[in-house]
């Protein structure tokens, strides 16, 4: 799993949490306790698959444009993270003699695609709002 995940889903909560639904990205970066480039980069790519918008000048920011109570998990986990749990190397060569050896690197990955499946659907019970439920719920 990345980090880019999570300050998405922490993001996009945050968004939902304002009541214009709108904040910069220092104010972002400083809920998130990360730096605001880091937050820029994954705004980006929310920008891009029409989770959020901008607005320039003064008391311009990113802005949510979907409703909470629609966009799951699953789908930013599709967006910012998707593929993450496979390793990008596994043990093992297809080339050697052994069975072991010639065969971990195909069943791993298989293991690998199906957990990423079981985590998508774990994730797809989940929305944006749930998370900001959950959040009012430890106040």
């Known amino acids: 799993m990345n980090s880019e995940f999570t300050i ?21 970066a400083e809920n998130v306790g990360t ?4 937050v820029r980069k994954v705004m980006s790519g929310l920008r891009r698959n029409g989770y ?7 008391g311009g920011g990113y802005r949510l444009t979907i409703d909470p109570s629609v966009v799951t998990l699953a789908d930013i986990y599709r967006v910012m993270a ?3 749990l496979i390793p990008s190397w596994c043990s093992g060569n297809p080339e050697m003699d052994c069975v072991v050896g010639s065969n971990m690197n195909q069943v791993m990955f298989g293991i ?4 990423e499946k079981q985590l998508e659907s774990h994730f797809s019970a989940i929305t944006i709002e749930d998370v900001l439920k959950q959040i009012h719920a430890c106040g």
Not at 35 to 38: F, V
Request: hydrophobic share 40%; charged share 20%.
């Open 52 to 58: 959020v918008d901008t607005r320039e000048g003064s």
């Open 35 to 38: 730096h605001s480039a880091r």
């Open 82 to 84: 998707q593929g993450s």
């Open 8 to 28: 998405a889903v922490h993001s996009l909560v945050y968004l939902a949490y304002l009541p214009d639904r709108m904040a910069s990205s220092d104010m972002i």
């Open 112 to 115: 690998f695609c199906t957990a």
